[in-house]
Each structure stands twice: as structure tokens, then as C-alpha cells.
């Protein structure tokens, strides 16, 4: 990606799929140009929390709602050190933020940070291009960037693709750190970071937990080095086909019988740890109103999520893995694609989604509570062993 940050109000934008369709619009945020996987988000609040999410690592997001920017931006809801998507793409932005927390516009943080942004497109046409036919790569030329429509296609089409990206270790931190227990520790939380999140910790450090963020190369020795009561693995970015590592440490801590849970990403290693597939969704669930069935209790729980990929589990039926019996405990109401798994001869289960809702719903923090239950029941000289 290459930006410059001058001009941003004036200069003609194009977007260009690597299918040829081309959209037309004004720079919005950084002037330059900018690749990645063209994708779309249905949520109508919570744009910080998008742009800072590290799933989003080498991904344009495309916002559905109409109008972004409205509430400008704060220095309390960013989930990350800095914004992670490679380009955004807006139909009206606001012109004036007007929120009492906000301290800048959309448009001067990224700017400042260095984000190319198309913006004056009609969203509502490509999201349904992106449905028809599938995420694609994308590049957004802003500035001298925009030149014959044909150089920007092969740009385009030349750059690299999601299937088979690794890409957990380019998002997580390099140095392990601890998030302290609200209150009363009750509990020791390791947390193999795979592109988390910062309100999850925080969610688990509200019950009384401590955790633990360890880098994505963390072994397992690393992992039990600091005697957890329980294993949580992160949200990330990239194709969970190429995570034989963090499976392998997964697949350590099932081999100790510790309580487990893993979110979004850490839902597809848990997958593979039991030995099912992963595959890559058309064109993927991401935004803050996804209707999800807890299998376990009937209920409908709106969501939040951000995935292009998801696990390849039985339906239907209690499966035999290595760890003993797994069935799906979670599954999409839009399109049945498996939104959790758990394992029923050990604690350790997975959900697809975001339940720590920044942004989105609240519908999903029972599962935290979950967690700690299972932290609650389960010996832990035993699960040390």
C-alpha cells in the first residue's frame, strides 16, 4: 500500500475488482492505492471497532449502511493499537462528526494513519456483486494512483489472494502481557493471541479472571509455563488451513483435558484439532446483526461476526474425534453454516462469532460465564496434570 495524505477531499477514486467491474468515487481518508479482499459489513454502528478489529488484516471492507462517520472517532473503543484494514469503502460520509466522545473525524484518522478510502460509491450495487459473485481482490486507486483501467486490473489481479494466507503472526503480539482480574482473581486465563481482540480479555477480566496474551508462536510449554486454569484462543485473520501450528497446541492443551475456549478463528482451529475440515464461504458472515441458534437451549441470539471462512462439521450427529465425542453446538439461521462446536467427554468449546460485543449485540456474554463455569467444575490438579 502507498498513500500520501494531501488532496484526500478532491481527488478522484476508483475501485477496481479483479472481475473487471469498476466503481467511481472521491478519496476518502489517505490518497494512493491499496489491495486487498473485497468484503462487506452489515453493521449500521460500531465502524471503529471494525476498522481496529485485527480479523480485518488485509481486507477492504465495504459498509452497507449509507452513512458513515457520523459519530466521529474516540480514544475508548478502539479494539487495537491501530487500524487493520487495507481500504474502506463508504457511500456518504459524514461531514461534521457529532458525538460528545468524539475527538477527530473518520476522515483525519484515516488519513492519519495512512488508509486509502473510496467514498461516493453506490455500496448498494457492489455488496450485491460481491454476494452474486463471491469476496474477490480488490484495489482502490486514489490520486496520480488512478491511471488506465486496464494497468489497474493486472495491479489488481497480480496482488495476493486470502485461500492459503497465514497471517495470525503478522497481527499478534510479539511480547506476552497480562490483563489483571477485575476485583477478586478467581481464575488464570492463558490466551494464545491469534489477532484478539481488546475487549475480550477485559470481558474474561470482569469475572474475576486473569489472563495471560501470548503471542501466536507461543508453544505449549509457553502456555502452561503460567499454570492457566484455562486455554482461550483468539479471533484472527487468514485462511485456518494454514494454522498447523496453533492446531498443534491446541491439540496439546485437549491432549491435558484444561478448559477451552475458542472464538471466530479459534473456533476453525478447534475444528481442525478434532479433525474436521475448514473451507472458504462465498463471500463471508461480517457485521453486528447475524441470527445464531444456541443448539444447547434453543435460543436465537443475534451476533456479531467477521469470518470468510468456517468449519466443515456434521450437522446432524455426535462425531468421534480424538478427544472423544464433538457435535455442533451453534449454527447460522441465514445459512446453516456451523457457529460452534464443544466437545461432550471434556470442557472445551468454540463459537464462530464475536459474544464480546464491541461493537454489537450482548446477546452472547453468557458464554464467558460459560467458561467460567467449566474453570469452576473442573479440578485443576487433575487438568495440571
Same mark, same amino acid.
Given at each position: 500500500m502507498t498513500t500520501s495524505t494531501r488532496g484526500a477531499a478532491k481527488a478522484p477514486a476508483v475501485l477496481v475488482l479483479e472481475d473487471g467491474r469498476i466503481f467511481r468515487g472521491r478519496a476518502y481518508g489517505a490518497v494512493g492505492e491499496?489491495?486487498?479482499?473485497?468484503?462487506?459489513?452489515?453493521?449500521?454502528?460500531?465502524?471503529?471497532?471494525? $476498522?481496529?478489529?485485527?480479523?480485518?488484516? !488485509?481486507?477492504v471492507v465495504v459498509m452497507t449502511a449509507p452513512h458513515v462517520g457520523n459519530t466521529g472517532v474516540n480514544?475508548?473503543?478502539?479494539?487495537?493499537?491501530?487500524?487493520?484494514?487495507?481500504?474502506?469503502?463508504?457511500?456518504?460520509?459524514?461531514?461534521?462528526?457529532?458525538?460528545?466522545?468524539?475527538? !477527530?473525524? $473518520?476522515?483525519?484518522?484515516?488519513?492519519?494513519?495512512?488508509?486509502?478510502?473510496?467514498?461516493?460509491v453506490d455500496t448498494r450495487a457492489l455488496t450485491r456483486h460481491l454476494r452474486e459473485r463471491g469476496a474477490m481482490?480488490?484495489?482502490?486507486?486514489?490520486?496520480?494512483?488512478?491511471?488506465?483501467?486496464?494497468?489497474?486490473?493486472?495491479k489488481v489481479q497480480d496482488a495476493p489472494q486470502m485461500k492459503g494466507a497465514n497471517l495470525s503472526a503478522e497481527v499478534a503480539t510479539k511480547e506476552a502481557y497480562v490483563v489483571p482480574a477485575i476485583g477478586e482473581k478467581k481464575f488464570t486465563v492463558a490466551a494464545v493471541d491469534l489477532g484478539i481482540k481488546g475487549m475480550t480479555p477485559q470481558r474474561m477480566a470482569e469475572r474475576g479472571i486473569e489472563v495471560h496474551v501470548l503471542p501466536a508462536t507461543a508453544t505449549v510449554e509457553d502456555v502452561?509455563?503460567?499454570?492457566?486454569?484455562?486455554?482461550?484462543?483468539?479471533?484472527?485473520p487468514g485462511d485456518p488451513a494454514t494454522a498447523d501450528h496453533a492446531v498443534s497446541v491446541m491439540q496439546g492443551v485437549l491432549a491435558r483435558k484444561t478448559p477451552l475456549f475458542g472464538i471466530c478463528f479459534g473456533n476453525q482451529i478447534l475444528g481442525r484439532a478434532l479433525g474436521f475440515g475448514t473451507y472458504k464461504l462465498k463471500y463471508g458472515h461480517r457485521g453486528i446483526n447475524q441470527p445464531v441458534q444456541d443448539r444447547t437451549t434453543g435460543k436465537v441470539e443475534i451476533t456479531a461476526h467477521n469470518h470468510g471462512f468456517a468449519v466443515d462439521a456434521p450437522l446432524d450427529?455426535?462425531?468421534?474425534?480424538p478427544f472423544g465425542r464433538a457435535e455442533v453446538s451453534h449454527l447460522c439461521l441465514n445459512d446453516n453454516v456451523v457457529e460452534g462446536l464443544q466437545l461432550l467427554d471434556q470442557p472445551a468449546f468454540s463459537v464462530q462469532y464475536h459474544p464480546e460485543a464491541a461493537a454489537g449485540p450482548h446477546d452472547a456474554a453468557y458464554l464467558f460465564d460459560r467458561f467460567t463455569s467449566l474453570m469452576n467444575t473442573v479440578p485443576m490438579e487433575a487438568e495440571r496434570a
Open positions: 491499496t489491495f486487498g479482499e473485497a468484503v462487506f459489513s452489515t453493521g449500521m454502528t460500531g465502524y471503529q471497532e471494525t $476498522l481496529t478489529d485485527p480479523s480485518y488484516h !488485509r481486507q480514544d475508548e473503543d478502539p479494539e487495537s493499537s491501530r487500524i487493520w484494514v487495507s481500504g474502506y469503502v463508504v457511500r456518504d460520509p459524514a461531514r461534521v462528526p457529532s458525538n460528545w466522545r468524539s475527538r !477527530r473525524s $473518520l476522515d483525519e484518522e484515516l488519513v492519519a494513519q495512512g488508509v486509502v478510502g473510496i467514498s461516493g481482490r480488490v484495489g482502490i486507486f486514489s490520486g496520480e494512483a488512478v491511471m488506465d483501467d486496464a494497468v489497474l486490473l493486472a502452561y509455563a503460567v499454570e492457566p486454569d484455562g486455554v482461550f484462543f483468539s479471533n484472527g450427529k455426535v462425531s468421534e474425534t
